[in-house]
Nanobody, 125 residues
Framework: QVQLVESGGGLVQAGGSLRLSCAVS????????MGWFRQAPGKEREFVAA????????TYTDSVKGRFTISRDHAENTVYLQMNSLKPEDTAVYYC??????????????????WGQGTQVTVSS
């Protein structure tokens, strides 16, 4: 089993920054790729960013490239999502997810076995 707990969400003005954290625990957690997804009201949950188990090959959805950075710290068992130049359209509940063993970072929800409870990010215009 892998447990994920997100934190760091909140209300921020457009152009501002937030850093989301995902505390990861579980025997196999350090061997899994990690991802961030988000879900806005009335919309499907969508991929935001992913990173391999060793912190390599970060990938992003086009709408956040150049603004968001995913990273992980194995010593702290934490995955981060640094979000800069936030826009109102970034408003959503953000979820951390742990990938299937043996797979790299992926944009497909089906490739993730464990999910956190989510943290709300609201960007005002």
């Amino acid at each position: 089993q892998v447990q994920l707990v997100e934190s760091g969400g909140g209300l921020v003005q457009a152009g501002g920054s937030l850093r989301l954290s995902c505390a990861v625990s579980g025997r196999t957690s350090s061997s899994r790729a990690m991802g961030w997804f988000r879900q806005a009201p009335g919309k499907e949950r969508e991929f935001v960013a992913a990173i391999n188990w060793n912190g390599g090959f970060p990938t992003y959805t086009d709408s956040v490239k150049g603004r968001f950075t995913i990273s992980r710290d194995h010593a702290e068992n934490t995955v981060y999502l640094q979000m800069n130049s936030l826009k109102p359209e970034d408003t959503a509940v953000y979820y951390c997810a742990a990938g299937r063993l043996g797979m790299g970072g992926s944009s497909w929800r089906q490739n993730y076995d464990y999910w956190g409870q989510g943290t709300q990010v609201t960007v005002s215009s």
